[in-house]
């Protein structure tokens, strides 16, 4: 079926760098988008979405970019910070679909 | 504004025991109610979703059920637990983006 996936399982980045955390999706249908932090133990958190009929959008600290014609997705986060370490997720809709399909997710690990 | 409980928050059970799992939403109507089982280090699989009282799809077949008795309850239950059940369960409510619970980490012994 359809699914969400991510290119990088971990991503180490030093604080006060910028963070890029990628994700593929394969549903050409798909159009809405969406970013999740987690933090361990906690529920995911949203933190950023995007349409298909955006490319860019933008959010404190953080950016997302659509490309739809390679199917990719982007979380751009600037001045990576100790308290953005958690697991990011992607997850995608259809228009009429119920429910949000979500990627394995990457782990952000800051160095201070 | 919204707000979702879940509890309870940890929870370590026998095999073959039972499981009640609640989930209440609060400041909103009707809402599309959802329950995730997440593994250690994994994504998040949808198990249930409901779009009202008393409806329920269920999306992988399990050892698990979900029941809606009231628009802003959604119930994930067992009534034998496998070693298998064990992980992170998340309660959500969705209108576009998804609103997420603190989660429940059943142990299964």
């Known amino acids: 079926g359809e699914s969400v996936g991510l290119h990088l399982p971990t991503l180490s980045v030093q604080e006060g760098d910028n963070s890029i955390i990628n994700c593929a999706y394969s549903?050409?249908?798909?159009?809405?988008f969406i970013w999740y932090k987690q933090e361990s133990g906690k529920g995911p958190q949203f933190i950023i979405d995007?349409?298909?009929?955006?490319d860019k959008r933008q959010g404190q600290r953080v950016t997302v970019l659509l490309n739809k014609t390679v199917k990719h997705l982007s979380l751009q986060i600037a001045a990576t910070q100790p308290g953005d370490s958690a697991v990011y997720f992607c997850?995608?809709?259809?228009?009429?679909?119920?429910?949000?399909?979500f990627g394995s997710g990457t782990r952000l690990q800051v160095q201070p | 504004s919204q707000t979702i409980h879940q509890w309870p928050a940890t929870l370590v059970q026998p095999v073959g025991s039972p499981l009640s799992l609640e989930c209440t939403v609060e400041?909103?109507?009707?809402?599309?109610l959802y329950w995730y089982r997440q593994a250690a280090g994994r994504g998040l699989q949808l198990l249930f979703y409901?779009?009202?009282?008393?409806?329920i799809s269920s999306e992988v077949p399990q050892n698990l059920s979900a029941s809606r008795p009231q628009d802003r309850q959604f119930i994930l239950s067992s009534k034998k637990l496998l070693l298998s059940d064990s992980g992170f369960y998340l309660c959500?409510?969705?209108?576009?983006?998804?609103?997420f619970g603190q989660g429940t980490r059943l142990t299964v012994v």
């Open positions: 959500a409510w969705r209108q576009s983006e998804a609103f």
């Open positions: 549903n050409s249908a798909s159009d809405y």
């Open positions: 995007i349409r298909s009929n955006m």
């Open positions: 997850a995608e809709n259809t228009l009429g679909e119920r429910a949000l399909t």
């Open positions: 400041g909103t109507s009707n809402p599309n």
């Open positions: 409901s779009v009202g009282i008393g409806q």
